[in-house]
């Protein structure tokens, strides 16, 4: 068994979220409440640490006014915390959602569209390839038909968009299975945490 | 109070899509200098967002509501590790690392471990072969679980290629689809902002 | 009094929960303590991302950015492992960074496992510059001024000071990027460094998101996919190495067996108890 008090600690509180399982508790609801406090308390020092005492505090100590623009806009910002003062957070909101909506624009044309319409309209694979090329292709149309909701889906449209439904739920089905799989996995590793880490009853302990 | 931060919006927008094109040093510095505000504004939002979550705790303890103790939990929390952050720092070696070693880590990891008990008991519950839809989508995911894991490979040695057959067609057009129609909703929703056509993130007029 | 028809059917039908939640814990704990090793035969997918580490010449740069926090480490870090060994035998030399605040702490645990290995030192191997705060806002500056952007590393020494970054300015002097993300972290790359500056890029990603980059894989933006927990075993067997990722994939199989036997259960007992007419055929 462990000996290292945060090794405790760890456990004690895995195991008090575990009991959420049998049914809500007093146990759970500390463990979830702390959880709360103590991730946010964590990522505002974090970002303290890391963006403002370099990036404000430390720049306007050395003399480098011009810090004092994102700090006002940051400032603003708070206002939206109060109903009376929450018109004045638009002008960080506006500069905020102005700049990544610019950045968007070019980024999402040139690597999502343009390349992924390039890369399905080359030329098929040879041979018995060229089956499984043709499906892609004819899937691709067929959810794009799909998602075409400005006509109705009828006639050759309609058959296209049923077509397109059966390609997606093969895609959904797919993305079910790996995610099984990725929830299966974080539960692995806390039971190698607890019977490995903390009990030492695993091989390799 | 509307139209200047949309002027705002418009001018960020225009001047981050024109940088994409301008390679010169100048350009791609202002624009390091416009995203290092953009995320001293990203922090002020985290701490807005840690005032609305203190806010509403505080008035549950003041009031002594049912679950008090727990907010109280939580305000501890995030103001003791807040405050520990700010000035002892983050890093391995400080109180903060290692509270969250102890208890920010091993919350996190439970908490979404949990997850897979829950899938099951979902899946077992919910995932019906009602029509032929959901047949594909199950037939699918079953394929999925079984050949991604080393024992499909025992089940039937067609497993593994059926599965990356099944990626590399189906799943592949559908996807491609999704990401064509994500990215075409992205640009024409961020043209929208830049314009000014959409306003909602300005919120109430 | 006769027993009711379907009455096994609808018993299972009602089955409370927690007897699954049993069934599941049972399912993860059994193989951890009585591993049988099944194989693991590396996917395609994997084996790509490999041959283009396997691709670099020696002694050359690749960036390295981890990004994920303890809630999906399950997955990312031993294949962040098994990847920094590989890069370390390979006698490559990764300049590595997180997106990801409580990133630091994760990364330099596998550096330490990865390291200790292999046999390598930090500064003459590797350098870790630590995090950086703005995700996309980083990925972009990564394009133009890497020293800008980092001015010291992890442990407080000054970049430009660094020898190992001497060579490295901005992305057009990697010949690799590697990305093990567990978020849109990812899209950035593929949107800034894989197309808008040309970097050839393989992506580690949790399950959960791994069938989403088939696309990219096709068009060739990335040129491998390690996906998940299965990924990242498949990455160790690659190397020869026994890591959490091979330990896990026994209870691995054994879990989704019961999931897909749950499944296939509670259809079968649908169908007995006369569910799906019901609904779908408008019976009584």
């Not at chain 2, 907010?71 to 290692?98: D, E, H, K, P, R």
Request: glycine share 10%; hydrophobic share 50%.
């Amino acid at each position: 068994m462990s000996h290292d008090v945060g090794t405790w600690i760890a456990a004690i509180l895995t195991l008090c979220v575990f009991s959420f399982l049998y049914r809500d508790n007093p146990l759970y609801r500390f463990a979830e409440h702390l959880f709360v406090g103590a991730s946010a308390g964590y990522l505002l020092a974090v970002q303290y640490q890391n963006v403002l005492r370099p990036n404000v505090i430390e720049k306007l100590q050395r003399g480098q006014f011009l810090a004092i623009i994102p700090l006002v806009l940051g400032i603003l910002i708070l206002g939206r915390a109060w109903e009376r003062t929450s018109g004045i957070a638009r002008w960080s909101l506006a500069f905020y959602v102005g700049i990544y909506s610019g950045i968007a624009v070019p980024s999402y044309l040139q690597a999502q569209i343009f390349a992924q319409v390039a890369d399905a309209l080359k030329p098929f694979a040879p041979g018995w390839g060229a089956v499984s090329s043709a499906l892609v292709l004819l899937g691709f149309l067929s959810v794009l038909a799909y998602f075409f909701f400005s006509a109705p889906h009828k006639g050759v449209h309609g058959i296209a968009a049923r077509l397109g439904i059966w390609f997606l739920m093969v895609a959904f089905g797919a993305s079910f299975g790996y995610t099984v799989m990725a929830r299966v996995s974080l539960l692995i590793a806390r039971m190698q945490f607890l019977m490995r880490d903390w009990i030492g009853i695993l091989p390799g302990a | 109070m509307r139209f200047g931060p949309l002027v705002v919006t418009f001018l960020t927008g225009t001047t981050l899509i024109a940088i994409f094109f301008i390679p010169h040093h100048a350009a791609q510095e202002t624009q390091s200098v416009i995203l290092e505000w953009a995320d001293v504004v990203y922090t002020f939002a985290l701490i807005l967002g840690s005032i609305a979550l203190w806010m509403s705790h505080q008035k549950k303890v003041f009031q002594r509501a049912e679950g008090w103790f727990y907010s109280a939990v939580t305000l501890v929390a995030l103001t003791g590790v807040t405050a520990l952050g700010v000035v002892q720092g983050v890093s391995g070696t400080t109180l903060v690392g290692q509270i969250y070693d102890s208890v920010n880590a091993p919350l996190a990891s439970t908490m979404f471990s949990l997850l897979a008990f829950f899938i099951a008991s979902a899946a077992f519950r919910a995932f019906r072969a009602r029509n032929v839809e959901a047949t594909l989508l199950l037939v699918t995911a079953i394929v999925m679980m079984i050949g991604r894991v080393s024992i499909g490979e025992f089940v039937w040695s067609g497993f593994p290629p059926l599965t990356e057959w099944l990626l590399d067609v189906p799943n592949l057009a559908a996807k491609r689809a999704v990401a064509i129609g994500v990215g075409l909703g992205a640009v024409s929703t961020a043209l929208k902002i830049i314009l000014g056509i959409d306003r909602s993130y300005l919120g109430r007029a | 009094m006769a027993a009711e028809p379907n009455g096994f059917w609808r018993r299972v039908l009602a089955i409370d929960r927690r007897w699954i939640f049993v069934l599941i814990g049972v399912g993860t704990a059994l193989p951890l303590l009585f591993p049988v090793n099944l194989p693991v035969t590396p996917s395609p997918r994997v084996q790509a991302a490999y041959n283009a580490i396997e691709a670099v010449p020696e002694g050359s740069l690749v960036l390295m950015s981890l990004d994920y926090e303890p809630d999906i480490m399950a997955e990312l870090q031993p294949m962040s492992i098994a990847v920094l060994r590989h890069c370390f035998r390979r006698h490559l030399k990764p300049i590595i960074l997180t997106l990801y605040p409580a990133g630091p702490r994760l990364v330099e645990m596998a550096l330490a496992i990865a390291s200790e290995a292999e046999g390598k030192r930090n500064y003459d191997d590797y350098v870790f510059l630590g995090y950086k705060s703005g995700n996309q806002a980083v990925v972009l500056g990564l394009g133009e001024n890497i020293k800008g952007l980092f001015p010291r590393d992890f442990y407080g020494a000054a970049t430009d000071t660094i020898s190992l970054m001497k060579r490295a300015n901005s992305f057009a002097d990697f010949p690799l990027l590697i990305n093990l993300s567990g978020s849109t972290i990812a899209d950035y790359y593929i949107r800034i460094g894989a197309s808008r500056y040309h970097r050839p890029m393989i992506l580690g990603a949790t399950a959960v998101m791994a069938t989403d980059y088939y696309p990219y894989l096709s068009s060739g933006q990335i040129l491998g996919l390690i996906g998940g927990m299965k990924g990242a075993a498949e990455y160790e067997r690659l190397m020869g190495i026994v890591g959490d990722g091979r330990r896990g994939m026994d209870a691995q199989s054994l879990v989704h067996l019961i999931v897909v036997i749950l499944v296939l259960l509670g259809n079968a007992a649908l169908f007995a108890t006369g569910g799906l007419k019901r609904r779908v055929g408008g019976g009584a």
